[in-house]
């Protein structure tokens, strides 16, 4: 069953690093575009950012230059998709979602995570 997790959230002191993994389990993975979203109390899902199949990325502005997506494809049957988390700050404070989109033609397959918590504050 095709599904994702989460892992490496937590709390950080404005200006570390974390690492967020996301494990992709189910062979429709790896020709999906893969994201991390996020969500702050009282404030919508926004995208954070996202890698194609083929390693085309995308960052937000608000992260750019501080997070870097990306993804190993090696194999077919489980993926996992990174997010490194540089120069925290506490504005970024939020749960994240890796998130999975496939379009073949007809439907559109789409996978959230269960979220995982991140923290940054002294």
């Known amino acids: 069953q095709a599904q994702l997790v989460e892992s490496g959230g937590g709390l950080v002191q404005p200006g570390g690093s974390l690492r967020l993994s996301c494990t992709a389990s189910?062979?429709?993975?790896?020709?999906?575009?893969m994201g991390w979203y996020r969500q702050a109390p009282g404030s919508q899902r926004e995208l954070v950012a996202s890698?194609?199949?083929?390693?085309?990325?995308?960052?937000?502005d608000s992260v750019k230059g501080r997070f870097t997506i990306s993804r190993d494809n090696a194999n077919n049957d489980k993926n996992t998709v990174y997010l490194q988390m540089n120069s925290l700050k506490p504005e970024d404070t939020a749960v994240y979602y890796c998130?999975?989109?496939?379009?073949?033609?007809?439907?559109?397959?789409?996978?959230w995570g269960q979220g995982t918590q991140v923290i940054v504050s002294s």
């Open positions: 998130n999975s989109n496939y379009y073949d033609g007809d439907y559109d397959y789409v996978y």
């Open positions: 189910g062979s429709i993975f790896s020709v999906s575009t």
């Open positions: 890698i194609t199949s083929g390693g085309r990325t995308y960052h937000a």
